[in-house]
């Protein structure tokens, strides 16, 4: 991410992109190229988090300042609330999901081609702080634990709404069983790891998206399945957190039975999923602007639609509560970009340049915002992430 030498080239390379990042060192100063000691991370995740708070303000895990807090709280646990879902798309290693989206949402799938990265994401997971809280009246869905899914694809071949479907050789994170190693939260507190057996089903896609998909899988397209881990309950007086699982592949399929949640997610039958926030994060620049039209069509019909919050399931005057929950506007899903972006051309027209080391491109703004309106998506909120180095590249947000 920082500004190299550059030279003008029209297409990346995403094979060569993907072998430059199994070079690369599977931890957050690897994937940010050298800028994961400093303030970087930080500031970064804070303008994230900030950002999809002022488009999602129903994410917020705080009540508003003009509201009582324990009655905010009280609401907030009636409703109930539908299950939040979001995207992390070319997750790397799980910084965002670690540092944005785990925090704001109930349940996030990563997906990645490069697969050390996802073992490394794995391997952490149990000392991420979301998957270290017992599931409480702030969250959306106070009665059900939290939880992070793991799939190896390049966007090329995800189907955003499937992603398990196009997942070859990765690692699937999540309490369903089968294929995957399950983090997730009991009720009390306790989190657990839990392995399942099985293979999931490809969907049916061409041979260069095949290879494509499953590149970054060093030695085959097993499951790689994580011992269990348990962190402290949440009625423990103890501080100690929970620690990482050693991360061992496996050769052959386990026969453990998976409960009745896997085989749904392994039908094809399988009820696509939909997101209230799909992240793009240093990740679109692999991608020709042919692939990423394709890519952002894919997203935008997962989006979760017409969202309003639920009515209050006990307690309180039901006509009233249905009648209040109709009066909030209701809220689309949303696609987030954040991405590096170079100067336009001194006419004014757009720019794209080519990495060498990466074989990436970087576009300029005007570049992302025409591939914005040909895949048929409007810029409804645009800024610029303030407070990074002032070598990198300038990094701007759209909310689509």
């Known amino acids: 991410m920082a500004h190299r030498t550059l030279s003008l080239h029209p297409k990346p390379d995403v094979s060569g992109g993907i072998e430059y990042w199994q070079t690369v060192e599977a931890n957050v100063n690897g994937v940010l190229g050298g800028y994961g000691l400093g303030t970087l991370p930080r500031v970064d995740a804070l303008g994230s988090r900030l950002f999809l708070l002022s488009l999602l303000p129903r994410l917020s895990t705080i009540p508003d300042v003009t509201q009582d807090p324990k009655v ?15 995207l992390d798309a070319g997750a790397g290693v799980g910084r965002v999901t670690r540092d944005v989206l785990g925090l704001l949402l109930d349940e996030v799938h990563l997906v990645e081609p490069v697969r050390k990265f996802l073992v490394q ?51 699937f994170l999540n309490p369903n069983g089968s294929a995957m190693a399950a983090i997730f939260l009991n009720p009390n507190g306790s989190a657990m790891a839990a392995n399942g057996g099985g293979r999931n089903k490809r969907a049916k896609v061409d041979d260069k998206e095949k290879k494509l998909a499953g590149q970054g899988a060093e030695g085959g397209s097993d499951a790689a399945l994580i011992p269990p881990v348990t962190a402290p309950s949440a009625d423990a007086k103890s501080k100690s957190s929970a620690s990482a699982p050693d991360v061992e592949v496996k050769s052959e399929s386990s026969t453990t039975a998976a409960p009745p949640a896997s085989a749904a997610l392994e039908s094809p039958e399988a009820e696509p999923l939909q997101y209230d926030v799909i992240w793009c994060q240093w990740m679109l620049q692999h991608l020709s602007d042919p692939d990423l039209i394709s890519f952002l069509h894919r997203a935008k019909a997962a989006l979760v639609k017409n969202v309003r919050p639920a009515p209050s399931q006990e307690g309180g005057d039901e006509e009233e509560e249905e009648a209040k929950a109709k009066e909030e506007e209701p809220q689309d899903g949303v696609i987030v970009v954040k991405e590096n972006v170079c100067t336009e051309n001194e006419d004014g027209s757009e720019n794209v340049w080519w990495d060498e080391e990466d074989k990436s491109i970087t576009r300029s703004s005007k570049a992302y915002e025409r591939v914005f309106r040909e895949a048929g998506l409007e810029v409804v909120r645009c800024e610029v992430q303030e407070g990074l180095p002032e070598e990198l590249f300038v990094v701007k947000m759209w909310a689509l």
């Open 72 to 86: 905010w709280r009280e609401q907030r646990a009636k409703r109930g609330g539908r299950r939040t879902r979001a």
């Open 121 to 171: 994401a794995a391997t952490e997971a149990p000392t991420w702080p979301s998957l270290q809280t017992a599931p409480s009246s702030s969250t959306s869905s106070p009665t059900q634990p939290k939880s992070v899914h793991f799939h190896i694809s390049t966007l090329h071949a995800l189907d955003p709404a499937r992603p398990w479907s196009t997942s070859d050789g990765g690692i």
